[in-house]
């Protein structure tokens, strides 16, 4: 079956300007979440949705970032007023409750000018 | 953020060598999992353990959870080609966050 997509694949950005990065998890997972990785780093967690219940934001670098999930599926991340330190790829993951097992979509790589 | 700590950083070997790599915490964890990203994609699960002390392959790879629920090691048998990239350790602690190590970079000269 469609595994987890991104989109898009590439953005840049100037400075200043607002970013919406989408993710598409895989159908029937009910669990979705948002990891940035520097370059040649490792992932590190942003926010984590689970079903109906109240999103896991603890790891959500400033106030400029936010996600929300629309109808338990679809997941978009907004960046704005972005920062060259923004500079990153955005992976998206999904799993199927109570898996820990997550699988992950190809990210879109962010480049702030 | 938390991470784990995995080593070695970065691996040079000739293709037919084995490969060993491991992840070690001061937390303790209650499953493992194995990922490996080829460039310009996302990470691939290779192997999941839940249990302390459990042994599991994925074909010519082993991984196992330490006893102490504190590290997890992956091994490679006869390295081939398509091996190259980047391997991370992960772990699940309570809720279903992944904590990830900082990756083990794998080239290998033909």
């Known amino acids: 079956g469609a595994g987890v997509s991104q989109s898009p694949s590439n953005k840049v950005t100037e400075k200043g300007k607002d970013v919406e990065l989408r993710c598409d998890p895989i159908?029937?997972?009910?669990?979705l979440y948002w990891y940035r990785q520097s370059l040649g780093q490792g992932l590190e967690f942003l926010i984590y949705f689970q079903g109906n219940s109240a999103p896991d934001k603890s790891g959500l670098p400033s106030d400029r970032f936010s996600a929300e999930r629309t109808g338990g599926s679809v997941s978009t991340l907004t960046i704005q007023r972005t920062q060259q330190e923004d500079s990153a790829v955005y992976l998206c993951a999904s799993s199927p409750y109570p898996s820990y097992e997550q699988y992950f979509g190809p990210g879109t790589r962010l480049t702030v000018t | 953020g938390q991470q784990l700590n995995q080593s070695p950083q970065s691996m040079f070997i000739q293709e037919g060598e084995d490969v060993s790599m491991n992840c070690t915490s001061s937390s303790i964890f209650n499953t493992w999992l194995w990922y490996k990203q080829d460039p310009g994609e996302g990470p691939v699960l290779l192997i999941a353990?839940?249990?302390?002390?459990e042994l599991t392959s994925n074909g010519r790879l082993t991984a196992q959870f330490g006893i102490t629920r504190k590290d997890s090691f992956l091994n490679i048998s006869a390295s081939i080609p398509s091996d190259v990239g980047i391997y991370f350790c992960a772990g699940v602690q309570g809720a279903q966050k992944l904590v990830f190590g900082q990756g083990t970079r794998l080239t290998i000269n033909p």
């Open positions: 159908s029937g997972h009910t669990a």
């Open positions: 353990l839940y249990k302390a002390g």
